[in-house]
């Protein structure tokens, strides 16, 4: 940590505090997730939950970008050094009087279903999806602080108390641990909801209070839907019968579309409600389906102009000791990468950001559809190691500072300090 200058602490939770830090190797800023828990050993820091699914979710565009992790073995800190991003969603709409452009609230909440997309692909949910975990920097909205993920195929039940009750979904509040990775779909709609309106959607005092206001809004579920929460629950219990009144009318500037996605994600019954990939092809994200489309032609179309300028200039050196080349070499090089490419470009597209007319892609992860239903695995770990890793430790090597067991370069960068560091991370991601 010696390598990092505390600047300003510019946030705290109940196991972390996180700084503002700036690299003296770099002159960069960073943001420091430093660790309140003692750490004894490597082993405890290379089993946190939190780094091996970091290193698995590396790298994504609306991920955090986890830099660096210190480990000091003398006083038994962790730090994670993460991107320093500008704000929280929960401080750019605190205080705030005027309600977001829906164009704005589109696009964040488009990168806020990515990012759940992506990792529930991964096999991990978040857990704690709120306003204070989804981080922005100018239009870009990023998902971090992944202290309370799980493998989705970990073995139920979980743990009971997870995330901010005002965003937990009613399985969480009437079973006791059976939920799946869909409870990060019910947040994000509170999430969707908060920062249409600038309100809370379902800010209850207790959990009796939080299933009371959830039932004034979506009404009381139906009895299939009870009967499925109370397998799992050692406690009876039975709402008089209410129907919902629906979000209070505090969101005026969401268009129809954005209702209907709202209440698919916020669906009583986990079976109903909408997942991540489903949420993307949703026709209120119809218009960013044709922008993603138009920015990965033009990446394709540079891409085919650099391979074609490249057998240009070789067949300049190897063919023509004059150093001409037919110009309909180039021509004919030239136009059939671009033809190819905007074809493979355009039907690609159309399976991926086109109208929802089929299913995605399959994993070939038999049970995904239905997590619930499927038999946890027998291996202990919660996480995989990267692909192509060959099963190796998700942490890769340390540099040993003041070992005994030295090699003649480690000897020469000896120093008095008892700092365990881990290099750079080539496979970036993160969350602070």
Not at 49 to 68: K, T, V
Not at 313 to 333: D, E, F, M
Request: hydrophobic share 30%; aromatic share 10%.
């Amino acid at each position: 940590f010696l390598e990092y200058r505390p600047v300003a602490k510019i946030g705290e939770g109940t196991f972390s505090d996180v700084l503002k830090t700036q690299s003296l190797i770099d002159g960069k800023y960073y943001a420091c997730k430093h660790m309140k828990r003692h750490f004894e050993s490597m082993e405890q820091v290379n089993n946190l939950r939190e780094i091996q699914a970091l290193r698995r979710l590396s790298p994504h565009p609306n991920i955090l970008m986890l830099h660096e992790v210190v480990f000091d073995k003398k006083a038994g800190s962790l730090s994670l050094i993460c991107e320093l991003m500008d704000m929280s969603i929960y401080e750019l709409i605190k205080g705030r009087r005027k309600p977001l452009p829906e164009k704005k609230i589109k696009s964040y909440m488009y990168q806020l279903c990515k990012s759940l997309d992506y990792i529930h692909r991964n096999r991990i949910f978040h857990r704690d999806v709120k306003p204070e975990n989804i981080l922005i920097k100018q239009n870009t909205l990023k998902l971090g602080d992944f202290g309370s993920c799980r493998s989705i195929y970990s073995k139920q039940p979980h743990t009971e108390y997870i995330s901010t009750r005002w965003y937990q979904a009613p399985e969480c509040l009437l079973t006791n641990g059976y939920y799946s990775y869909r409870i990060d779909m019910w947040s994000a709609g509170c999430v969707f909801y908060e920062i249409a309106s600038l309100q809370h959607l379902f800010p209850g005092s207790n959990e009796l209070d939080q299933i009371s206001k959830i039932h004034d809004v979506i009404g009381t579920p139906a009895n299939k839907t009870l009967n499925k929460f109370k397998q799992s629950r050692i406690a009876s219990f039975d709402f008089p019968f209410k129907k919902g009144k629906g979000t209070p009318p505090l969101v005026c500037n969401l268009s129809p579309k954005g209702f209907s996605l709202m209440y698919a994600m916020i669906k009583y019954d986990h079976d109903e409600r909408i997942a991540a990939h489903q949420a993307l092809q949703h026709p209120y994200f119809q218009e960013l389906w044709q922008v993603n489309s138009n920015t990965s032609i033009l990446k394709t179309i540079k891409a085919a102009d650099r391979e074609a300028l490249a057998t240009h200039n070789k067949l300049r050196l190897l063919g023509n000791t004059a150093g001409q080349v037919p110009l309909h070499l180039w021509q004919i090089s030239k136009e059939s990468q671009r033809q190819h490419s905007c074809r493979k470009v355009q039907e690609k597209t159309t399976q991926q950001h086109g109208p929802p007319r089929g299913e995605l892609p399959k994993l070939n992860l038999s049970g995904v559809a239905k997590l619930t239903s499927c038999p946890p695995p027998t291996m202990h770990s919660v996480f995989w190691a990267p692909k192509g890793s060959g099963g190796t430790s998700v942490l890769q090597p340390f540099r040993f500072l003041g070992s005994n067991l030295e090699s003649e370069k480690q000897q020469a960068l000896k120093s008095s300090s008892n700092h365990f560091h881990l290099p750079t991370i080539e496979r970036r991601g993160g969350g602070y």
